[in-house]
C-alpha cells in the first residue's frame, strides 16, 4: 500500500529520507506510466503499449503479460531489464493532484519505510532556514521535468487518437510454453498509420507524434522479452524446500515399522 502526502515544512522539517534499494514496491505493477521522452530507450527494451484514461490514451511500459506481477523485478527487488521508467526513479517522491489547490503538489509516500527521522544519515528534506534541501530540490526538479515532458507527450498521444491509429491490441505472450492474453492494452493501427492522407500526416508531424508512433511499433517486438524474464527469475528463485510427512520424518532408512499406515 501507499500513502502518498504533501512534503510540508510543519510535518517534515526534522524528517529524512532515505534513497530505496529495492524496486520491490513495484513488483505488482505490470503497467508504469511513460513520456515521450522516454520512448527511445523504452522501445528497445521493453512493449510500449496505450491504456485508456479519463477519456483519453496514456503511453506505458509493459511489465508483464500478468496482472499484478512485473517481471522485470527480481525476487530480491532487483531490476533485470536495460532501462528503469522514470516514475519508478523518483520513488517515493511523486507529483500528485491535491483537491482545491491548482496544478500538482510534491508527494512523499509515507508507508514507504523511507521516511525517517532527520539524524545525518538521510536526506534532509528541508535545510536549517526552512528551504528544500539540494537532494529536495534535484527531485523536484526532476519530475517537474516529467511533468512538462507529459504534457507534450498528451497532446501528442491526443493528435494521434484523432487520427483513429489507436486500436485494441489483443497481445498473447508465450511464457514457458503457456500462452497468456493481456485485456486492455492499445498499439498503433500500422496498416491505418501508412494509409493517411498528407494532411493528417502533417498534423502528426508537427505535434511531435510521429516519433511516438513509429517507438511504439518498434518496442511491440520485445514482447519477447517476457519468456526470457521468466527464466532469469527462476533461475534467482530458490528452490523450496519439500515438506517431509510424518511418515518420512519417522520412518527408519532399512524398515518400514515406524509408519501411521
Known amino acids: 500500500m501507499t500513502n502518498f502526502v504533501p512534503l510540508n515544512r510543519s510535518a517534515h522539517t526534522r524528517k529524512a529520507w532515505r534513497r530505496f534499494n529495492s524496486y520491490g514496491f513495484a513488483s505488482a505493477h505490470a503497467v508504469i506510466p511513460l513520456v515521450g521522452a522516454e520512448f527511445g530507450k523504452a522501445a528497445v527494451s521493453m512493449p510500449i503499449a496505450f491504456v485508456e484514461q479519463s477519456g483519453g490514451y496514456v503511453p506505458v511500459a509493459v511489465m508483464s503479460p500478468i496482472a499484478g506481477h512485473n517481471f522485470f523485478i527480481g525476487p530480491e527487488g532487483q531490476w533485470l531489464g536495460a532501462y528503469v521508467p522514470a ?30 527521522d532527520a539524524d545525518g544519515t538521510a536526506e534532509d528534506f528541508f535545510d536549517a532556514e526552512g528551504n528544500p534541501s539540494p537532494a529536495t530540490k534535484a527531485v523536484l526538479s526532476f519530475l517537474s521535468e516529467i511533468e512538462r515532458n507529459r504534457t507534450l507527450t498528451d497532446m501528442a498521444v491526443a493528435a494521434i487518437a484523432e487520427t483513429g491509429l489507436i486500436q485494441p491490441w489483443p497481445l498473447r505472450v508465450k511464457v514457458a510454453d503457456q500462452i497468456t492474453p493481456f485485456n486492455g492494452l492499445f498499439r498503433i493501427d500500422e496498416p491505418a498509420m501508412n494509409a493517411l492522407d498528407d494532411a493528417d ?4 508531424r508537427k505535434s511531435g507524434a510521429l516519433p511516438l508512433a513509429y517507438m511504439q511499433l518498434l518496442s511491440m517486438a520485445q514482447v519477447a522479452v517476457f519468456d526470457q524474464l521468466n527464466r532469469i527469475q527462476q533461475q534467482l528463485t530458490p528452490p523450496t524446500e519439500r515438506q517431509l510427512s510424518l511418515d518420512e520424518i519417522f520412518a527408519t532408512a532399512d524398515s518400514g515399522i515406524l509408519r501411521f499406515n
Do not use: H, M, Q, W
Open 87 to 116: 516514475a519508478l526513479r523518483c520513488y517515493p517522491f511523486r507529483f500528485v493532484g491535491v483537491e482545491g489547490a491548482e496544478g500538482s503538489t510534491l508527494c512523499i509516500d509515507e508507508d514507504s519505510g523511507l521516511v525517517v
Open 201 to 204: 500526416f502533417l498534423k502528426l
